[in-house]
């Protein structure tokens, strides 16, 4: 989510139990799914099981939104803050 986290960004997070991903709120959360992590915005709850999700990275075009079932999702980690950056 370049350019808010740049490369090597540590961020401090809390793991979100399955049972509560239908109810998640706004924020930022990082996502494990098939052999991706990912750090996205999520700007509502999920709906039919369908999590909708943004980057905050205005340089990657379409890539800006996206969904995936919450069903092919590993692990949820709600972000709490930047513990370290690297100075750019």
Known sequence: ????????????????????????????????????LLVRRVKRKPKKNMLRFHSDNPTSGSGNTGSIALQNVSKIWRALRIVDAPAL
């Open 1 to 36: 989510m370049a350019p808010i986290y740049c490369n090597g960004t540590k961020i401090k997070c809390e793991e979100v139990q399955a049972c509560n991903w239908s109810k998640l709120s706004c924020g930022v959360y990082v996502l494990s799914y098939a052999n991706f």
